[in-house]
């Protein structure tokens, strides 16, 4: 009886978590300088995919202190859906408000239409690299 029990929890399990990840495949990627090193500065900064096609949908990930990002579509699990995304990264915020830095990134990163970063995902195991650019224009924190 027991082991009926446990063979039926087994399957019951196995089930709703394939359910939850049908159709989604991981997207493990880097940001990086174009000195090749990776954005280690960006961490805790946010990577957001936005696809272009049908259903819309979107998924996110934080960036780690080696500057890699691991995305998660909410609704359906760690990874993304196949088909062309748009790409934006949004530097994080310090935690002492007055004493803001200038973005370390160049700000165009922090929307779709101006990043200029596209990430076509692909049935499979899928490692983007995004080279960023620092910030043309620091300006002094208060």
Known sequence: MFQ????ILLVTTTMIFAGCSAGVYPVEGQLKWPDGSPAKELVGS??????????ALSAR?????????????????NGAPPGLYRV???????????????PIIDPK??????????????????APEFVLQRNPNPRRSR
């Open 109 to 126: 990163y922090q929307t779709f239409e101006n990043s200029g970063l596209t990430y076509t995902v692909e049935k499979g195991k899928n």
């Open 88 to 102: 934006l990264v949004v530097a994080a915020l310090p935690n002492d408000r007055d004493a803001v830095p200038p």
């Open 46 to 55: 946010m990577v957001e995919f936005e696809k272009s096609d049908p259903p």
């Open 61 to 77: 990930a934080e960036v780690r202190d080696d500057g890699r990002f691991s995305l998660v579509t909410p609704g359906k699990g």
């Open 4 to 7: 009926t029990k446990s063979l």
